[in-house]
C-alpha cells in the first residue's frame, strides 16, 4: 500500500484548507489512519486519527474542534477539513496508516506506511 497526499498550500489564518491522502490499496477497516504533521525543529505530532466503519475517530487537543478526519472506504481515501488555521498549524502534513493499539493512535510508532507529506503555511 502506498499513501499519496494532496490539498496542501497557502492560506490566510483563519482560513480553511482540506487535505486528502489516497492509498494506493485496500486499507480495511480496521486499519487506523490518521494525520501527522511536522513543523521545523518540532516532533512529528500526531493530530488525528481514523478506525473503523463509520469511524471512530481522535483529535489532538492542539487541532481539535477546528479540524475534522473523514474515510471513504469505498475510495481509499482519507480527509482532513482544517478549518480556523492560525499560523501555528504551519507545517508538513504526512497520512499513515497502521494498526497502533487504543494509547499509541496519535503516536508514530503505531504506523508503518507513510506519505511523502505536503506542506501547509498559515500566513498571518
Known amino acids: 500500500i502506498q499513501l499519496v497526499e494532496s490539498g496542501g498550500g497557502t492560506v490566510q489564518a483563519g482560513g480553511s484548507l482540506t487535505l486528502s491522502c489516497t492509498a494506493s490499496?485496500?486499507?480495511?477497516?480496521?486499519?487506523?489512519m490518521a494525520w501527522f504533521r511536522q513543523s521545523p525543529g518540532k516532533a512529528r505530532e500526531g493530530i488525528a486519527s481514523?478506525?473503523?466503519?463509520?469511524?471512530?475517530?481522535i483529535y489532538s487537543d492542539s487541532v481539535k474542534g477546528r479540524f475534522t478526519i473523514s474515510r471513504d472506504h469505498a475510495k481509499n481515501t482519507l480527509t482532513l477539513q482544517m478549518n480556523s488555521l492560525k499560523p501555528e498549524d504551519t507545517a508538513i502534513y504526512y497520512c499513515?496508516?497502521?494498526?497502533?493499539?487504543?494509547?499509541?493512535?496519535?503516536?508514530?510508532?503505531?504506523?508503518?506506511?507513510w506519505g511523502q507529506g505536503t506542506q501547509v503555511t498559515v500566513t498571518v
Open positions: 499513515a496508516a497502521g494498526t497502533p493499539t487504543s494509547d499509541y493512535r496519535l503516536r508514530e510508532v503505531g504506523y508503518h506506511i
Open positions: 490499496g485496500y486499507t480495511g477497516c480496521s486499519t487506523h
Open positions: 481514523n478506525v473503523g466503519y463509520p469511524g471512530d475517530t
